[in-house]
């Protein structure tokens, strides 16, 4: 099979998969005026996750709290049949809290608080711009490093790749509404250090077929070089994507609650990376070669 | 030295770090060593303050920052609790971090870390009558520079019967000439702060009584008045006495702030964080559970797909193990929940150098090489490949420790010290394994029948 032939179908997918993100991106946006649904770390507010002693159902909690602005969800206990709260308000005074506090105990009994956070507003307001801007620092780190050890072109297709990645990421994390934190952030950002070993696996056997060439060839084939060089280190790049993506399923399946939206994350990251690294980075790099 | 006694060096090297990482780890042979957990797993309160620039104190610089760090470190100390950490995140915050402390005992730790605790003591009089008969201009004079306020009256029972209103006129001396606060009570049993000036503090103390005879002194706190209390004669000897209603807790926490001394600025609270010992307790047995279940799908997968070499992958994965537990407590890094998360991944990505290379020896076989130049020549060729995509991850981790938070920044440790662990193991203990086990006769040529 020649992948540089197929190169079209390829990138017309990775189309596909960016153009289907943005539209969730936008459709969330014009909907909900949010792209994600943030969490506390950049709204600010209060998340307090509570264990009555008493079965409590989720529809009364509701019903009891329906005249306070709060996001009820529940969460499947470890060990056990039952089920733990997490309630998600806007900030509260500390007046307000011991308020709420009170109502909960006064119509479902005791309870045990698992667990409390409060972010202020004016915390969250500048961990946007300060992501945002980290965001494009590392991908600029993987531009000047490939330049450097490779050549401009395999840092651009490389950096393409990751810019598919990320926006495939985002794109789910937004459809599925999961909380966007701070360990979102941290997600996406492994999933951009990650995926990028499998691109640089072929573009280093790239690089060593063109050096190997018997004699220095005035115009070498790039497509039939990146051809060759993606057959023969396709099975590692597979392989390598495949056992990390194993551990990461091990967090999401067993690594309880707290931690599965950010394994969820980064297993849609690293999949998405495997497709480009294998399907999008040696065709983009021949295309870009050709017309260079 | 020979290529022979080389290997033996290193094999005996490897064995011993290997040997002094599990002895390391072991929390039996050594209990002391330990991972330091984060508040997210061993449970606790963490409070995130924000200093606010006032008219005397514009800019936060780092010498203020101490100083606030410096008087709430003292007021956690007050609490007797052990392991507590307090320190500077950015320009201008201070982070509190409290291991253990209930959902309940939250928010009277909040209460004592942000309070400025600034002890005022000002020259006042009593308002003799009804200020609202006077004129504007009236009350004008006769307040002055005065400032308006009102002094409440409790009953035994700590409720307010009534509020004196009290002109507070110039401050006279402030809370840091204090040399100890203690707890007391008066003499109806009542909690009372006991307070002991220095020198300094004495001859100021003597001095605003001297002027106030006849007068109340206001003692304020924060701006508050705690009491007023008539000054009948100059008091000498340095001592005072602040009764106000204070429960036995209020008063304790009072001493605590006094000792303490008070914060150069006001600060405020950005964020509150409890996490209860059921939940951290939770994540942690599930995360454990995930790490083995990790370990055991991806060793299987290895051994599914290289078999013999799989197996040296799989032994080098369990170096990989004990280092990097042990690298990790040696560091005296603190290991948060995406933290193990990040150690879990790193196990996937450990293994990634040793298929690089076994593909790359396939290859090598392929094109006809005898299995130890293979060997030599898939491990030199596949260098290149394995650097430049481990720095990259190095790069990102690198960048998320920079800017992260607490949480985050151990994800970051954790992912750097993977990183490089793991190449350490794949191209030094896999190589040493290969070189030295293919040498053995007897499984040469099983080997590369099955390659052929």
């Known amino acids: ?106 119509n479902f009994g005791n309870y045990e608080l698992l667990s409390f956070e409060n972010i202020g507003a004016s915390a969250g307001s500048d961990l946007s711009r300060q992501a945002l801007v980290l965001i494009i620092l590392v991908l600029s780190g993987m531009l000047i490093y490939i330049t450097f050890r490779f050549e401009f072109w395999t840092g651009l297709a490389a950096v393409l790749c990751l810019l598919h990645d990320m926006l495939v990421t985002l794109g789910a994390v937004s459809f599925l509404r999961l909380d966007f934190n701070l360990s979102m952030i941290a997600a996406v950002l492994t999933i951009v250090g990650y995926s990028i070993n499998a691109t640089i696996i072929i573009f280093d056997r790239v690089r060593e077929n063109l050096r190997s060439e018997r004699q220095p060839v005035p115009q070498p084939d790039f497509a039939a070089v990146a051809d060759a060089s993606l057959r023969s280190v396709l099975g590692r790049c597979i392989m390598t994507s495949f056992t990390t993506i194993l551990a990461v399923l091990a967090v999401y399946l067993f690594g309880g609650v707290s931690i599965k939206n950010f394994a969820l994350t980064m297993l849609i990251g690293f999949a998405a990376g495997t497709y480009s690294s294998i399907f999008l980075a040696a065709p983009l790099y021949a295309l870009f070669r050709k017309a260079a | ?143 002055g520079d005065g400032e308006l306020a009102a002094v409440p009256r409790y009953n035994n029972r700590g409720e307010i019967i009534s509020e004196d209103q009290i002109v507070l006129r110039r401050t006279v001396m402030a809370g840091n000439d204090l040399k100890a606060v203690n707890p007391s009570t008066d003499e109806f049993g009542r909690p009372v702060v006991a307070l002991e000036f220095n020198t300094e503090g004495a001859r100021k103390f003597y001095t605003a009584t001297l002027r106030s005879v006849g007068r109340p002194l206001a003692i304020l706190l924060d701006g508050r008045i705690i009491s007023a209390p008539n000054v009948n004669e100059p008091i000498s000897g340095g001592r005072a006495q602040i009764s106000g209603s204070f429960s036995v807790a209020e008063m304790q926490d009072l001493v605590i702030k006094l000792r303490a001394g008070s914060l150069p600025v006001p600060i405020e609270v950005l964020n509150n964080e409890v996490v209860g010992p059921t939940l951290g307790q939770d994540a942690i047995d599930q995360s454990k559970f995930a790490g083995v279940v990790a370990l055991l799908l991806v060793a299987a997968a290895m ?100 800017q992260g938070t607490k949480a985050i920044q151990s994800f970051a440790v954790t992912l750097f010290v993977g990183t490089l662990l793991s190449m350490f193991t794949a191209l030094v203990v896999t190589r040493l394994f290969m070189q030295n086990l293919y040498q053995l006769k007897f499984l040469q040529p099983k080997t590369q029948r099955e390659d052929a």
């Open chain 2, 303 to 402: 051994l599914l797909v290289y078999r013999f070499n799989g197996l040296l992958a799989d032994l080098a994965l369990l170096v990989y193990s004990a280092l990097v537990l042990a690298v990790l407590i040696l560091l005296n890094a603190t290991l948060t929940l995406p933290g193990i998360a990040g150690l879990i991944l790193s196990i996937g990505m450990a293994v990634d150098a040793n298929v690089i290379i076994y593909e790359r020896l396939k290859e090598e076989l392929r094109g006809g090489l005898p299995m130890l130049s293979a060997i030599d020549n898939a491990f030199n060729k596949s260098l290149s490949a394995i650097l430049d995509g481990n720095v990259t991850t190095i790069l990102a981790a690198v960048f998320l420790y920079w």
């Open chain 1, 1 to 106: 099979m020649s992948f540089v032939k197929w190169s079209k179908l390829w990138f017309a997918l990775g189309g596909l998969f960016i153009a289907a993100s943005l539209a969730v991106l936008l459709f969330n946006w014009r909907t909900t005026g949010q792209v994600f649904n943030l969490g506390i770390d950049f709204t600010g507010g209060t998340v307090w996750i509570v264990r009555f002693e008493q079965p409590v159902a989720l529809a009364e909690l509701r019903a009891k709290l329906s005249g306070e602005r709060v996001d009820i969800t529940t969460i499947q206990a470890q060990n056990s049949a039952r089920e733990d709260f997490r309630l998600k308000t806007i900030e509260m005074s500390e007046a307000r809290r011991e308020q709420f506090a009170g109502i909960l105990q006064e």
């Open chain 2, 1 to 143: 030295m020979n290529k022979a006694t080389l290997n033996k060096t290193l094999f005996s090297l490897i064995l011993v770090v290997f040997l002094a990482a599990l002895w390391i780890i072991s929390p039996t042979l050594t209990p002391h060593w330990k991972i330091k957990l984060g508040l997210d797993l061993q449970g606790g309160t963490s409070v995130v303050l924000r200093a606010k620039p006032t008219a005397e104190v514009k800019t936060i610089t780092s010498d203020v920052l101490n100083g606030i760090i410096s008087v709430v470190e003292n007021r956690i100390n007050g609490l007797g609790v052990a392991e507590t950490a307090v320190y500077s995140r950015g320009s201008d915050q201070v982070v509190v971090e409290i291991p253990g402390a209930s959902a309940s005992e939250n928010a009277r730790i909040l209460e004592l870390i942000k309070s400025t605790a600034l002890l005022e003591f000002k020259e006042a009089e009593w308002v003799p009558g009804d200020l609202t008969l006077l004129s504007e201009k009236e009350r004008q004079d006769f307040l």
